[in-house]
């Protein structure tokens, strides 16, 4: 069953496309990965399924209600996890929680118990008295967490959640992630995390310029660039010559060159034919090869192979 | 309901929280209306009555004659001015101008030589004064002659227009027994006010518009903290969200209104009149007014710094035209005060001080009803317009 539904949504901003007739279900139980550069229209996409944002065109539908004609029933069912955070840092952890419980409905004991609940999820049942000011950045992104999913939503959105954290923080919110699902919510985690995304999401859409240019789940996306290799050799005297690199982007077997300083990444469709052309190119312009890797093809490269740009550009 | 309780509950949680909140809005204006009504205390307030001395008046006949100026020495000469004017004959000018140098005399008037015949002949009485030291002296006894003049050429006037029958007519009427004017003591019986007590209402007045701040305060910190986008996507309308935080930041002003006036009460002894209820309700108004003219202000200003300072500068702006700092000349608070919020509600609360009737009061009540009424239009037009948003 869908949980959520966009059909053929329209955003402008001063007659800008940032959502350009989008077309997505996400089904009830999944994670499902947003996956895009910035201003690629992912936040724009979220605003209007939360409400927080009304759409120029179509419709978004949540839970079977429709976010135009319900939009406090529909956010009674979402619980939204903030890029920024949004946490007030003059009350203590657990004031923080319970503000935002009371707000979604929550009263005596049962907003006790959810907000104990909610603090031993994100591992901050120590910290309730204390207030945010005093934590790390890690901290307060569990807690940021902790505040939208007290109420037990059926859709939780998470929009870049371990933006600036270390990475056992950030272990921590992807490995609550999947416990969230497990526990029965349906997830859409946005990111330009590319590993993220492929390690937590069941599903995951990219999107750039306002579209969804592929949507699947990570083995589907994977076989659309199951055509095309990388291979990634590191010199080992420095950057690259000129004539070098000309001359592996003139080889007719090779699709596409790409150099990062005294890196280059080569794509093909297949490298095991063509390695032999591609060392015989390096000695005859003298390059000192450090390290030859060949990649499977991941997100990253699909999204590359699809716009010709990396997803941080 | 309960999101609107919420919000206010966590807005006075945050605002109690704060300990400049704290200071700013409880103990400073007790210190200021302390240290302002003891500093200032010969400044505000009624005098006490003087007592008027009477003048030592030179009177100059010119040419030596007091037979030819008869009207004026037998003015001078009645015992009704007795208590206002000593006269005391100077052979010259130069001998009064000297008296008054010397202290000798308080006044000096030069009588022209053909006075009587001018005046019976039908051209203006006039006569020549000259001043002394003391501007009391002067006020008494310019004041005496003034007037003697005054009736002269009042019944010139009268002969020349109506007539000689009807001069004769009205000379002929018996004297009233009845003056027009009563003398008496206008404080006998009535109320002063204290320094303490004008500062009281004038702090009052400038706290209650500084409650504008903590308007502004809320509402671009909730901005700022990024809470107003996790409270927009939660089952709470913007309508509840800012009832909320307008309910909060409300309670605190009129906690903070209480204080003052029940601290002020306790400390310094400030009296604020007979009408608590009246007083409270003027309080209200303020309060109303001071938080729609914020949220106004908030929703034109784009940045926190800026609202706060249009804040800041009305409030002291308004505070000073209406006399709050300073007992500004009738004239001025009347033309230029009455354009300020804090006029109509300073006047209503020093005249219950001073135990004034309710008609004296109620068009001051109406005026800032208007005001605030006027003004909650256009705030309500303001959020529609330009909305509270992340």
């Known amino acids: 069953m869908a949980i959520a539904e966009l059909s053929n949504v329209v955003k402008r901003y001063d007659q800008k496309l940032t959502v350009d007739h989008l077309n997505v279900t996400i089904e009830e139980g999944e994670i499902f990965g947003l996956l895009g550069p910035n201003g690629a229209g992912k936040s724009t996409t979220i605003n209007m399924i939360c409400g927080l944002l009304a759409p120029d065109g179509g419709e978004i539908r949540i839970d079977g209600l429709s976010v135009k004609s319900n939009p406090l029933d529909v956010k009674k069912r979402i619980g939204l996890v903030p890029q920024e955070l949004a946490l007030y840092e003059t009350m203590s952890t657990a004031e923080n929680v319970a503000f935002f419980g009371k707000l979604y409905g929550l009263r005596g004991k049962l907003l006790k118990e959810r907000v104990e609940e909610a603090l031993v999820f994100t591992g901050l049942s120590d910290k309730a008295k204390d207030k945010p000011s005093t934590f790390s950045g890690g901290m307060k992104r569990r807690l940021n967490i902790a505040c939208a999913i007290m109420h037990r939503p059926k859709l939780i959105i998470m929009d870049e959640p371990t933006v600036g954290i270390d990475p056992q923080s950030r272990n921590h919110i992807l490995e609550s992630v999947k416990t969230l699902n497990q526990m029965g919510s349906t997830i859409i985690y946005t990111s330009h995390y590319m590993e993220e995304v492929e390690a937590i999401c069941d599903r995951v859409a990219i999107m750039d310029k306002g579209h969804i240019i592929a949507c699947g789940t990570e083995k589907e996306l994977r076989e659309r660039v199951a055509h095309e290799e990388k291979i990634v050799i590191k010199s080992g005297a420095g950057p690259l010559a000129p004539e070098l690199i000309d001359e592996l982007g003139l080889h007719p077997r090779i699709n596409r060159v790409k150099t990062l300083e005294d890196t280059v990444e080569l794509y093909l469709p297949s490298s095991q034919s063509e390695l032999q052309d591609i060392l015989f190119i390096f000695a005859k312009h003298g390059g000192v090869i450090a390290s030859l890797q060949i990649e499977e093809p991941d997100l990253e490269t699909l999204f590359l192979s699809l716009t010709g740009r990396t997803l941080r550009d | ?390």
């Not at chain 2, 200032?40 to 009177?59: F, H, N, Q, Y």
């Not at chain 2, 003034?146 to 009268?158: P, T």
């Not at chain 2, 938080?291 to 926190?304: L, P």
Request: with cysteine.
């Open chain 2, 1 to 390: 309901m309960n999101n609107i309780w919420t919000i206010a509950v966590n807005e006075l949680r945050m605002l109690f929280r704060s300990r400049t909140v704290i200071l700013n809005t409880f103990l400073l204006p007790l210190v200021l209306i302390f240290l302002l009504g003891t500093a200032l205390s010969g400044v505000v307030g009624v005098k006490s009555d003087e007592s008027i001395d009477p003048v030592r008046v030179a009177m100059v006949y010119e040419g030596g004659q007091a037979g030819n100026a008869a009207m004026v020495a037998d003015f001078v000469q009645s015992p009704e001015l007795t208590d206002y004017i000593i006269p005391s004959e100077a052979s010259s000018r130069e001998e009064a101008e000297n008296g008054l140098r010397s202290g000798k005399y308080g006044y000096a008037v030069i009588v022209p030589q053909d006075f009587d015949k001018n005046v019976q002949s039908g051209q203006d009485a006039q006569l020549e004064y000259i001043l002394g030291k003391k501007r009391m002296d002067n006020t008494v006894a310019g004041t005496v002659f003034d007037n003697f003049l005054g009736s002269i050429n009042y019944r010139q006037s009268a002969v020349q227009v109506l007539g000689p029958q009807a001069a004769a007519a009205a000379l002929a009427e018996p004297a009233r027994q009845e003056t027009a004017v009563k003398l008496g003591d206008l404080n006998n019986g009535g109320r002063n006010y204290t320094a303490s007590q004008y500062y009281a209402a004038s702090m009052l007045l400038m706290f209650l518009l500084y409650s504008g701040l903590d308007v502004s305060g809320s509402l671009f910190g909730e901005k700022d903290r990024h809470t107003l986008y996790r409270i927009s996507s939660m089952p709470v309308t913007g309508r509840e969200l800012f009832t909320g935080k307008m309910l909060g930041v409300g309670i605190v002003t009129a906690l903070q209104c209480a204080t003052i006036i029940i601290l002020s009460n306790l400390l310094f002894g400030v009296y604020w009149g007979n009408r608590p209820w009246l007083l409270a309700l003027f309080c209200l108004l303020m309060i109303l007014i001071s938080m729609t003219f914020s949220v106004i202000v908030s929703m034109f200003c784009k940045t926190h710094t800026t609202a706060n300072t249009v804040v800041n500068f009305v409030t002291v702006g308004m505070t000073f035209l209406s006399g709050g700092m300073t007992p500004l000349p009738d004239a001025w608070i009347n033309s230029v005060g009455s354009f300020t919020f804090n006029h109509w509600a300073l006047d209503s609360m020093i005249r219950m001080m001073l135990h004034s009737g309710l008609s004296q009061l109620l068009p001051n009540l109406w005026v800032l009803s208007l005001i605030a009424l006027g003004l909650l239009g256009a705030a309500i037009l303001s959020y529609r317009k330009v909305g509270y948003h992340a």
